[in-house]
């Protein structure tokens, strides 16, 4: 059992992604969850980048974990506009097997709150993860739903989307810290009902009481359990990625590359200490 270390690229989202690869790289992270931000992947690159890519990629031996899209929050939009959304996904089926990659994002959308969500904004998001999920099926490439605000935001609005869609090749990337965000439970409470649809983790730290929700801290600095989780993950034997994604924003203190080479070290010592 092996857990590996990702970078989310977001993280440096103003550096061209070539930059981006070689400072990942650098710091020693062994893959990328690249993300559709304009400097990185956005639905619209061209082909001769994603060549690039691939053969930077290849030569540096790094894995692409997953592609993070943007594709997808089908609840409250058009058959229109989903069926474009759907167009974007067919481009990045295409990238990931460029890229040898086997998962891509795709988020359900919602109302923040699933208690919110109407029967129709399930239907419609379920219905278009379908598609999703049967377009990747050809390619061997997985479609997942990360834990974030919507749909995904909580573990039971969670599971309830996995099993509308009810697809094989559909899972989570697991996101304590947006769990701790907005759900009670987030930790092995959570780990232990994803069992193993739980393709991916996603790490940032946060901290929130009555009157703050703050998500903008290193790994270390906030409250969620991270000792916790990466010893029950040990325990699983989850032989996947952890993938760095702090929302610290840069400033004079720390550039993007010292807080992505912070994150580094402190998920590497929560490997070590297993």
């Known amino acids: 059992m092996v857990m590996r ?13 070539e930059e981006a690869v070689n400072i990942a790289a650098d710091i020693g992270y062994e893959g990328l969850e690249i993300f559709g931000v304009p400097k990185h992947l956005p639905d619209d690159v061209s ?9 930077q990629l290849s030569k540096l031996g790094m894995e692409v974990v997953t592609l993070c899209t943007y594709v997808g929050m089908f609840s409250q939009k058009s058959d229109d506009e989903c069926l474009q959304e759907v167009e974007k996904f067919r481009r990045y089926l295409d990238i990931a097997e460029a890229l040898e990659c086997d998962m891509i994002r795709v988020q359900p959308g919602g109302p923040p709150k699933p208690s919110e969500a109407r029967e129709d904004h399930w239907a419609r998001a379920a219905h278009y993860e379908q598609v999703c999920c049967d377009l990747a099926l050809s390619y061997d490439i997985g479609v997942v ?10 573990v039971d609005s969670t599971l309830e989307m996995i099993a509308r869609v009810d697809r094989p090749n559909f899972g989570i990337s697991y996101d304590p810290g947006n769990l701790y965000r ?41 409250v969620v359990d991270y000792e916790l989780i990466v010893a029950w993950l040990a325990d699983a034997e989850y032989d996947g990625y952890l993938s760095a994604e702090c929302h610290r924003e840069p400033d004079e203190e720390m550039t993007a590359e010292d807080i992505a080479r912070h994150e580094y070290e402190a998920m590497k010592k929560l490997i070590q200490n297993v």
């Open 47 to 55: 082909k001769e980048k994603v060549e690039a890519l691939a053969a």
């Open 145 to 154: 739903i990360e834990n974030n605000f919507g749909l995904s935001a909580t």
């Open 5 to 17: 270390l990702a970078l989310c690229t977001k993280m440096l989202q103003d550096y061209e992604m």
């Open 182 to 222: 907005m759900a009670e439970y987030h930790g092995p409470e959570a780990l232990a009902r994803f069992g193993e649809l739980t393709w991916n983790v996603q790490v940032k730290d946060c901290y929130k009481d009555d009157q703050v929700d703050d998500h903008q801290r290193l790994l270390g600095e906030g």
